[in-house]
């Protein structure tokens, strides 16, 4: 019998096979649903905030994560799509563009003052790591520097106690692959 992904050895903790194979069919259904269809609503942004309870010998993180990106990458693409043929071309790129400089409004914050801090009592992210990579994002949207949305995904930062909130982070680099993906 084959199986949709490769599995952690089995005393290794892995996705939930039963979840993942679940949402996989919600999405099928999903993707495949007419346009106005409000059956089965699933979008890019659900896509990348979906989590599976994690049990010995299942699904591979590694290769179901990766799964996810693309068929984010996918659900993306179909709604830009879709909302460009509702609004037109210029007015859905107009929204990106409003998008993006809310984003990059946020991110020309001063240094070690760009987010919330997470507290003396709690673990956020590590200031400086934050911040070196907020720069690379200034670049990517003054100046056009190459930063792709696996950049973003990818991006990991050190824990400290007195860092950024990591909530906060986590929703601007969100926001940041929205808006990646909204241009392609």
Excluded: C
Aim: hydrophobic share 40%; proline share 2%.
């Amino acid at each position: 019998m084959s199986e949709t992904f490769p599995r952690t050895r089995a005393s290794k903790l892995g996705y939930k096979v039963s979840a993942v194979e679940q949402f996989l069919a919600t999405a099928r259904m999903a993707y495949d649903a007419e346009p106005g269809d409000t059956g089965s609503i699933l979008t890019a942004e659900n896509i990348r905030r979906i989590g599976f309870e994690m049990e010995k010998g299942g699904y591979l993180p590694a290769a179901v994560d990766g799964a996810l990106e693309r068929l984010e990458d996918a659900f993306s693409a179909r709604e830009r799509d879709r909302a460009a043929s509702l609004q037109g071309d210029e007015a859905w790129f107009g929204e990106a563009r409003e998008r993006a400089r809310e984003i990059l409004a946020r991110l020309e914050r001063p240094r070690r003052h760009r987010f919330d801090g997470s507290g003396i009592f709690r673990l956020g992210y590590e200031k400086r790591d934050v911040d070196a990579f907020v720069d690379v994002l200034i670049s990517y949207f003054r100046q056009g520097k190459q930063v792709s949305v696996s950049d973003v995904r990818a991006v990991v930062f050190r824990s400290r106690t007195r860092g950024y909130s990591e909530a906060q982070v986590d929703l601007v680099l969100d926001s940041v692959v929205d808006v990646m993906l909204a241009v392609r």
